[in-house]
């Protein structure tokens, strides 16, 4: 298959300045970028991009997709009273056939914001792995483990057998589309010897780990009444930053814990509206780049967000810490691009995404110049930081593949998406 997309405009990063240029697709990979149309010009289609923004498609570096299911459900409440009395009890009931189609709803979801890739942790994951590969979509799937016995033999464990066949039947599915990591939920809600017998796993599978990281102010202070050290420390000692690790949120993480971070080449997964609904803070940010923390955007579950579009995390992150540190330059918008896209790819061990160049996979986006809102347009990186919307990803393709376009789907049949999820939720909430 070869798609050749001509009348491009690239980010500046790319060199090109105001110059459109042609990019050819060819077997899930950028096959070339010129300013003129190939001499060989053949291909299966020629898609027009009008001169309309054409870069990397986002990656959402945390979120449990089949949450779609609980949007809306146990709304204004702080974490641990929202996790006790809502998220808790209703997660009890989830099925195979409910997870599915609620993760073919954020599947569908995110393909409409632009989402190439998602890193997911949550349980019921070889449902989610069957969503992924029926859509086309690339993921990074962890069932996640607790354990609260100290003597727990995790090997006997019904998480963990699931776990590991999820490892052995989905780890590399269709070229590596996706991949499959380990999971911790949290230090509250793990043992060390349930860590540290994890961490070894994904030793063993060479896959990365995935986990929730001082979310709340709450959870750090209680684990350094716990053990006397920060969660980073936890896991730094139980072995769990020996692996590649996706920390999500880090909000409450200290200036010690940012170096350990680095050290241990964690990435952190920066969910700014979850953290801001949740009344959990604000991550330090400008701390974790300056100190050369690969930082990456994650929207976290629907149930405490309520949209999966990493665009809208982007424009948050854009605007909040200019404010909590009354810095109109503490962030720009250039510097956020990277967290929305080749940053979440390289968390997920996709080194060869997230970037408009030779060789790299064809994880690609086409975004509305030409919106009202969006004119004038001075600057892309502005437009994209604080005018764009996600209605105006006008295709989104994934391994050269054009999963969506115009306001269509191509793997997804919309209509029966809608009649599966009415169905489910009656079911689920009746």
């Known amino acids: 298959m070869k798609t050749i997309l001509k009348n491009a405009t690239l980010l500046p990063e790319y060199g090109y300045g105001s110059k459109t240029v042609c990019v050819t697709v060819k077997n899930r990979k950028i096959a070339e970028i010129s300013e003129e149309m190939p001499g060989n010009f053949r291909a299966d289609e020629v898609i027009d991009c009008g001169g309309n923004l054409l870069m990397p498609a986002f990656c959402n570096a945390h979120c449990h997709a089949a949450m779609t299911l609980f949007r809306g459900y146990g709304e204004d409440l702080p974490l641990k009273e929202w996790l006790e009395t809502r998220i808790f009890p209703a997660e009890d009931r989830l099925t195979f056939r409910s997870v599915y189609h609620a993760s073919m709803l954020a599947i569908a979801e995110m393909l409409r914001h632009g989402i190439a890739s998602f890193s ?3 349980m019921f994951e070889d449902a989610v792995a069957e969503a992924v590969l029926a859509t086309g979509i690339k993921a990074n799937l962890s069932r996640s483990l607790v354990s609260f016995d100290p003597d727990i033999d995790m090997a ?7 776990a590991v066949r999820l490892a052995e039947w989905y780890h590399g599915c269709d070229e590596g589309r996706l991949l499959v990591d380990f999971s911790l939920h949290a230090e509250y809600t793990n043992v060390p010897k349930a860590c540290e017998y994890v961490a070894d796993l994904a030793q063993r599978f060479r896959t990365g780990m995935q986990i929730h990281l001082s979310e709340t102010e709450r959870e750090h202070a209680e684990c350094l009444e716990r053990w006397g050290k920060t969660p980073a420390e936890f896991f730094r000692d139980t072995g769990v930053f020996d692996v590649p690790t996706t920390a999500a949120h880090c909000v409450w993480v200290t200036d010690s814990d940012i170096a350990i971070l680095r050290e241990k080449g964690v990435t952190v997964a920066h969910n700014p509206v979850s953290n801001l609904k949740l009344g959990s803070g604000v991550a330090p940010l400008r701390k974790l780049l300056d100190a050369g923390v690969n930082v990456a955007l994650g929207t976290d579950g629907v149930a405490s967000n309520n949209r999966l579009d990493i665009l809208r995390e982007l424009q948050t992150a854009a605007l909040i810490h200019k404010g909590v540190h009354r810095n109109p330059v503490e962030v720009r918008a250039a510097e956020l691009m990277p967290l929305a896209t080749v940053n979440g790819m390289r968390a997920q061990g996709r080194r060869d995404c997230g970037r408009v ?3 790299f996979c064809a994880d690609l986006i086409l975004v509305d110049r030409g919106s009202l809102h969006n004119l004038p347009n001075f600057d892309d990186y502005a437009m994209l930081a604080f005018s764009a919307d996600a209605s105006d990803v006008m295709m989104t393709m ?6 969506w376009r115009n306001g269509a789907y191509t793997s997804i049949d919309e209509e029966r998406l809608r009649y599966d999820c009415r169905d ?3 079911h689920y909430f009746d």
């Open 120 to 122: 997911d942790m949550y």
């Open 156 to 162: 006997k464990e019904q998480r963990t057998v699931e």
């Open 357 to 359: 160049e030779k060789g």
């Open 398 to 403: 994934v391994d050269g593949r054009i999963l």
């Open 424 to 426: 489910t939720f009656a």
